[in-house]
């Protein structure tokens, strides 16, 4: 289970509908697929800019299509811009976890008019990998202490959309929020992943504000 499933996961509630709003969530999503690469060591940060480190494939083809996508680009980008590129993910992500029997697909109307679709778990049971997810998120941001790679990638992504309010919910505020600027400044494996990592996180929160701020002077 790759970052973006797992942040999918967390992001839908258990009627099958988004607990966030779409701007945090695609560009969440779209820093999901940097944060997978960053860590399985494909892409770093030099310069604010996004550098392939190993084309080599993950064997995960949501997470390599975006890879192939950097690697094609012959101009270097902040990563940003690739947070805005991979804003088409929340499609491929929720169709693999359907295929894969996670989720379920629904068809239904609101207010009896508009269609919508709903991705709720089998028997409205939640599924096991988001299970595991919030179980070692809760860990890391209760306990003390570094926090492996992975999960960290995690926490600095439900940080920076703010969906740590609703993944944290039952937990004292304040802590959370210092446990959070810990792991963020913790030991990440390696220095230089640590920084792209803060730097993903930096472009997603700079991402949704900018793009909040366009739906709002447009609406």
């Avoid at 299970?131 to 992975?150: C, K």
Wanted: overall charge negative; aromatic content about 4%.
């Amino acid at each position: 289970m790759n970052l973006a499933e797992e942040f999918v996961l967390l992001a839908y509630g258990d009627d099958g509908v988004p607990d966030t709003d779409s701007v945090r969530l695609d560009h969440g999503l779209g820093g999901a697929l940097l944060l997978e690469l960053a860590i399985s060591g494909r892409i770093g940060v030099e310069d604010k800019k996004v550098v392939v480190l190993d084309p080599t494939a993950t064997g995960d083809p949501l997470v390599d299509q975006a890879l192939d996508r950097i690697v094609a680009d012959d101009k270097p980008r902040k990563p940003a811009y690739w947070v805005k590129k991979f804003t088409d993910t929340r499609k491929p992500a929720l169709d693999r976890l359907v295929d894969q029997g996670v989720l379920t697909r629904e068809q239904d109307k609101v207010l009896f008019v508009f269609p919508r679709t709903r991705y709720p778990a089998p028997n409205g049971v939640e599924p096991v990998p988001e299970t595991e997810a919030r179980q070692r998120l809760t860990a890391a941001v209760s306990g003390a202490g570094p926090v492996e790679p992975r999960t960290a990638a995690l926490c600095a992504l439900v940080g920076a959309t703010n969906l740590d309010r609703k993944v944290f919910r039952t937990l004292d505020r304040k802590r959370v929020d210092e446990r959070l600027r810990e792991i963020s400044a913790g030991d990440l494996t390696a220095a230089a992943v640590r920084q792209t990592v803060e730097e993903i996180q930096t472009a997603v929160i700079v991402a949704v504000v900018a793009a909040s701020a366009v739906s709002a002077a447009t609406s």
